[in-house]
């Protein structure tokens, strides 16, 4: 939707204020945060600033992984620690 395109620096701004810089792609594993309430409200109330953290696709699998990085993208199969990491 137009509206999810249009509010996605801020979603993105939230996301990093809460430490959630680390994704999965779809038919290989997904992550799952359970942030601080608190620390939720306050991201929120935050303005997106320049200087966003770079985000890591989470990859257990080094033929894919190996494909990511010659496209440019940033992996991780280190043990996650504020995440968890399903794999399928």
């Known amino acids: 939707r137009q509206a999810d ?14 430490g ?3 994704s999965a792609l779809k038919g290989n594993g997904f992550t799952a945060y359970l ?13 997106p600033e320049a200087g966003l953290a770079q ?3 989470h990859v257990e699998d ?8 010659e496209h440019g993208l940033r992996t991780t199969s280190e ?3 504020y995440y968890a990491f399903i794999s399928f």
């Open 62 to 69: 080094a033929a894919l992984v190996a494909s990511l990085q």
């Open 5 to 18: 395109r249009d509010d996605i620096a801020a979603k993105v701004a939230v996301c990093q204020a809460l």
């Open 35 to 47: 942030p601080d309430m608190g620390a939720f409200r306050a991201g929120l109330e935050q303005i």
């Open 55 to 57: 985000w890591a696709l």
């Open 20 to 22: 959630m810089t680390t």
């Open 79 to 81: 043990p996650p620690v």
